[in-house]
């Protein structure tokens, strides 16, 4: 069965402090990996889309990475604007039809 | 630019009553569309997705149905509202590489 996980489930770091939230995955035929952040009560807004192992893409102080079985998003020198929940979710070669998600990583930085 | 939009923001339903939720996309043709739910601490789960003007597929068995008569509009219904159907609706198409969600929808059936 497809599966993403993330973690931590919640995250609490001072400002300033950085830190990585990681999103594993056991999938067949995975073609690519999206992040984007959800603000509570808002629709989740995309942020990356990564395709290989070893990609990386940067967004202010967001950089997200991709290898065969996780991908990591970086958070450098978090601000409270930062605060919310980031979903990953993973598609396969049958194309955008299903995308699994994972359950999120709420995360909260105080100033 | 493409902007999809999804209405109401929140909705109150006595149990029993008939639901419509409506979403439209714009500056795109022929986009993939897909209707989600989202529950507290839990995943989103795919209802439906179309391909196409008239094609429906539907991801799990619930009281709920979709349609699509135009082809970036996408609606939600229901003919008699559960206490279960409560929840965050969200709306999404797929296109060019991109997959965007709108702004939501929540429901609350009392």
């Known amino acids: 069965e497809d599966q993403v996980t993330q973690s931590p489930e919640a995250l609490r770091l001072q400002e300033g402090e950085s830190s990585s939230l990681n999103c594993s995955y056991t999938v067949s035929g995975l073609r690519g990996l999206f992040w984007y952040r959800q603000d509570p009560g808002k629709g989740p807004e995309f942020l990356f889309t990564?395709?290989?192992a070893g990609e990386e893409k940067e967004k202010e102080r967001l950089k997200a990475t991709l290898t065969k079985k996780e991908s990591f998003l970086h958070i450098t020198a978090p601000k409270p604007e930062d605060s919310a929940t980031y979903l990953c979710?993973?598609?396969?070669?049958?194309?955008?039809?299903?995308?699994?998600f994972g359950t999120g990583t709420r995360l909260l930085v105080s100033p | 630019s493409q902007t999809i939009h999804q209405w109401p923001a929140t909705l109150v339903q006595p149990v029993g009553s008939p639901l419509s939720l409506e979403c439209t996309v714009e500056g795109t043709s022929n986009p993939n569309l897909y209707w989600y739910r989202q529950a507290a601490g839990r995943g989103l789960q795919l209802l439906f997705y179309?391909?196409?003007?008239?094609?429906i597929s539907s991801e799990v068995p619930q009281n709920l149905s979709a349609s699509r008569p135009q082809d970036r509009q996408f609606i939600l219904s229901s003919k008699k509202l559960l206490l279960s159907d409560s929840g965050f609706y969200l709306c999404?198409?797929?296109?060019?590489?991109?997959?965007?969600f709108g702004s939501g929808t929540r429901l609350t059936v009392v």
């Open positions: 999404a198409w797929s296109g060019g590489g991109s997959y965007t």
């Open positions: 979710a993973v598609f396969m070669n049958t194309g955008f039809q299903k995308l699994v």
């Open positions: 990564l395709y290989s």
């Open positions: 179309s391909v196409g003007i008239g094609q």
